[in-house]
């Protein structure tokens, strides 16, 4: 719910999914429609007024503000669609910025992170900074960032809205196959056509309600 109490509105209303993992699930609709509000449910940074959400079987939207956090820090990856890496670091130390909000680093920590990079085609450009990248190429910074800790669960909004149409099918194709490989619960929020051809399953919102929902037989 969101607004005065004299005019709340439900931004999500009468919705259940179940998502397993090894899925790419694409959450689509009109601007309004709920998407970035379900998205953020999933991702334990808003707590439901009611219904529940599970991961692994714990209720993750009866905990507390320190435990939503942990899980999140623990568990789960986050694309965005701006790529939020910091100017005035590498590669490499925008992808270390999430182990550091883990608490000190391992000594390991920076060759993890370089191999995380260099899988995803990164592995020359470890020591450059964002403006000497390319936006597909920041993008994948973003996604190295969100893998870095292994998360069980990967939540992508609008992660191709900022790029061109070939840098777009490249994160695409990159993101399926991650979600193949490493078995992540995937879930993407777009207005982008491409990603269907990606996904096991299409769901529909409208004004915050399931308006469809189909499975990608490809």
Request: glycine share 8%.
């Amino acid at each position: 719910m969101y607004g005065p109490a004299s005019a709340r509105a439900a931004a999500v209303n009468d919705l259940s999914l179940e998502l397993k993992p090894g899925t790419l699930t694409l959450v689509m609709g009109p601007s309004g429609s709920g998407k970035t509000t379900l998205l953020s449910v999933f991702g334990a940074l808003l707590r439901p007024d009611s219904g529940k959400v599970y991961l692994n079987g714990q209720e993750i939207s009866a905990l507390s503000e320190d435990e939503r956090t942990r899980l999140r820090r623990d568990h789960i990856g986050f694309i965005f669609q701006a790529f939020r890496l910091l100017h005035a670091l590498s590669a490499v130390d925008n992808v270390l910025i999430a182990k550091d909000v883990r608490g000190a680093r391992d000594k390991h920590d920076r060759e993890n992170a370089a191999r995380v990079l260099a899988g995803l085609g990164l592995g020359s450009k470890l020591n450059l900074k964002p403006e000497e990248l390319s936006g597909g190429e920041k993008q994948r910074v973003a996604i190295a960032r969100a893998l870095v800790a292994n998360p069980q669960v990967l939540l992508a909004d609008e992660p191709t809205a900022s790029l061109d149409s070939h840098a777009g099918k490249q994160i695409c194709e990159l993101v399926r196959k991650l979600s193949d490989e490493r078995h992540y619960t995937t879930v993407v929020v777009s207005h982008d056509p491409r990603w269907s051809a990606f996904a096991d399953r299409v769901v529909r919102l409208e004004d915050g309600r399931l308006a469809g929902e189909g499975m990608n037989t490809k």
